[in-house]
């Protein structure tokens, strides 16, 4: 089955400063990539996502990048906020089957 | 904007008791899923239904596990005869289509003494 990797586990930047977030997955057939934000106590909520027919999604300060080649795909938060602190998770999923997550990243924003 | 809801939000049983997690997906979804979250791990898949059948489950979801579309609205997880490590967070999701976005249910706490 498909095999999602995400780093870095944890991850601190400066309010303003840019994150980065990157996931390899192993299944090339493979073609549909959410990514969730999960604040404290509370439910995964769905902030971007990447269809493999595209290579860059861009959502205001959000933005998701795709290399189908590579078999990865990073998240991008640019101008970080501290309301942007929360774990973050990517997915895999093929023709609409099973979502397969990333272990999850906690970013924190420091003011 | 419509949401997934669940109840209840936090769930004390003991280990054999039978446990049933109740969840209202969006209306007009017609894919429904579970999957679990053990505290500090990653969210994994459980079961996904659709016109009332299982369409997929993983190795977790073992003869323990039961689904149910009891009525128009409502998308059951039972558990039979609950362990120890059945103690996680569980997620109701719904989507449009299968090939649309999942959307999450807050979740309901299941802490199994």
């Known amino acids: 089955g498909e095999n999602v990797e995400q780093h870095p586990s944890t991850l601190s930047v400066q309010e303003g400063d840019s994150a980065v977030i990157k996931c390899t997955y192993s299944?090339?057939?493979?073609?549909?990539f959410p990514w969730y934000k999960q604040e404290l106590g509370k439910r995964p909520q769905l902030i971007i996502d990447?269809?493999?027919?595209?290579g860059e999604k861009k959502d205001q300060r959000i933005a998701v990048t795709l290399n189908k080649t590579a078999k990865h795909f990073s998240l991008h938060i640019t101008e970080t906020q501290p309301e942007d602190s929360a774990v973050y998770f990517c997915?895999?999923?093929?023709?609409?089957?099973?979502?397969?997550f990333g272990t999850g990243t906690s970013l924190t924003v420091i003011p | 904007e419509p949401e997934v809801t669940q109840t209840p939000s936090h769930q004390v049983t003991q280990m054999g008791q039978e446990v049933i997690l109740r969840c209202v997906p969006i209306?007009?979804?017609?894919?429904f899923y579970w999957y679990r979250q053990i505290l500090g791990q990653k969210v994994e898949f459980l079961v996904s239904?659709?016109?009332?059948?299982?369409?997929?489950k993983s190795e977790i979801f073992d003869d323990q596990f039961s689904v149910e579309r009891p009525d128009g609205s409502n998308f059951t997880l039972k558990i039979r005869s609950t362990k120890l490590e059945d103690s996680a967070m569980y997620f109701c999701?719904?989507?449009?289509?299968?090939?649309?976005?999942?959307?999450f249910g807050p979740g309901t706490r299941l802490t199994v003494t």
């Open positions: 999701a719904s989507s449009e289509d299968r090939f649309y976005e999942q959307y």
């Open positions: 209306s007009n979804h017609l894919y």
């Open positions: 997915a895999a999923s093929k023709a609409g089957n099973q979502f397969y």
């Open positions: 990447i269809r493999s027919n595209v």
């Open positions: 239904f659709y016109n009332n059948e299982i369409s997929e």
């Open positions: 299944d090339s057939a493979s073609n549909y």
